[in-house]
Structures are given as C-alpha cells and as structure tokens.
C-alpha cells in the first residue's frame, strides 16, 4: 500500500504502507512511485538479524506484475536524486524497539551498484517487524 502526495517546494513524497517480516526468510515487494519502480526487501540473515533495503527496478524486468505498468506512467530517466529513510520497530517484552537509517540522499540508476540503497541492519528478537521505506524526491 502506497500512499503518496505533492510537497512544498516543488519535491514529490511518498512513504512506503508497512510491510511485516515474520517467520519468512526473504520478504520482497515491487512498488511503483511517480513513474519509478523499486523493489523493497527484507532478508532474516539468521535468528535475531535482519537487513531491509530498496533498489531500483526497470520497468522492463520480467517480474514486475503487469497490473504496476498498465495504468501508470513509466519514467524512462537513466538516474533519480532520492531522499530516503528505511524504518523498523518491533515489540519486544510489552516495550517498542525502534531502528532507522539516517536521511540518506543518493542517485539511484539503474545499473549496480548504483541501484541499492543503504541496508539497514538490525539485531531483535521481536517478531512481526514492521519496515516503513519513505521517499522524498528533490526538484533535479
């Protein structure tokens, strides 16, 4: 679930609805935001870490469901200037654990390894995971 808006200063913005990694080893989702594909993804790297980080898609990859490019429109830029933060909170002993990325700013392309943002790594215990992806697309 996306819910995306216009911001002030002529920035596009979009925070990325939750998703909950549970038992699953891998969790993936493609999303498409204002012409943009990016993929989403969780990764348990063993019992108490995970790592969560996006990357860009071409719209042309094979995966994508054909519902994401039917009705949207497709960006055809070679590179896009993103704002990004990457958020987890968990529950633990009735008490919220909470982990993000700084703001991060990067260029995203479509070739590696320009096409992976930041991973943000964590150490829990709690199950479900809640991960929010918030974007911020600077005027370019």
């Known amino acids: 679930m996306a819910r ?3 911001q002030r ?5 979009s925070t990325v609805g939750m998703f909950k990694l549970m ?6 989702k493609v999303i498409a935001v204002y012409g943009f594909f990016f993929e989403i993804k969780g990764i348990k790297n063993d019992t108490t870490s995970y790592s969560f980080y996006m990357q860009r898609k071409r719209h042309t990859d094979v995966e994508f469901p054909s519902s994401l490019c039917e ?3 497709v960006s055809l830029r070679p590179e896009r200037l993103v704002k990004y933060k990457i958020s987890a909170q968990t529950l633990v ?3 919220w654990q909470e982990f993000r990325t700084n703001e991060v700013t990067q260029k995203f392309r479509c070739i590696k390894p320009s096409c ?3 991973v943000l790594k964590i ?3 709690g199950i479900p995971i809640y991960v929010s992806f918030s974007f911020i697309f600077p005027r370019s």
Not at 9 to 13: A, I, Y
């Open 116 to 118: 992976k943002s930041q």
């Open 9 to 13: 200063q002529n920035c596009l913005s």
């Open 93 to 95: 002993d009735g008490k």
């Open 123 to 125: 150490q829990t215990v």
């Open 4 to 6: 995306c808006r216009v």
């Open 23 to 28: 038992e699953y080893t891998t969790h993936s």
């Open 71 to 73: 009705h949207g429109i």
